[in-house]
């Protein structure tokens, strides 16, 4: 297998990061979230943050996955191979974040 640079733009490279950076934000903002709604939802909050920490951590594993087969793929055939787990795995995240939120929202004003 050859490590060399697909291309002077490091563009798969630059897009990986930029899933990383994406899942970390993911992850922190799902435990930001779940301290601020624990008093409120209690237990909810701390199950479905774990589930969107897990989803953010796989969207990262499947993102450094689809790195490497882009990679492959693109030094060899000179073709792009891609798929879509990291997007399907990240939404997966932002919507168990994005329930957490609305649910505080929406139970919050009762207490």
Do not use: K
Request: proline residues 2%.
């Amino acid at each position: 297998m050859t490590d060399r640079v697909y291309d002077e733009g490091l563009q798969a490279e630059r897009t990986l990061l930029a899933w990383r950076r994406t899942c970390l934000t993911f992850a922190v903002a799902s435990l930001v979230a779940m301290r601020f709604t624990i008093d409120v939802l209690g237990a909810i909050s701390v199950v479905v943050a774990m589930c969107s920490v897990t989803l953010s951590v796989a969207a990262y594993a499947a993102a450094s996955i689809a790195y490497r087969r882009a990679h492959t793929s693109l030094t060899r055939n000179n073709a792009l191979s891609h798929g879509g787990a990291p997007l399907a795995l990240a939404f997966g995240a932002v919507l168990a974040f994005g329930a957490v939120c609305a649910t505080y929202a929406v139970v919050a004003p009762f207490f």
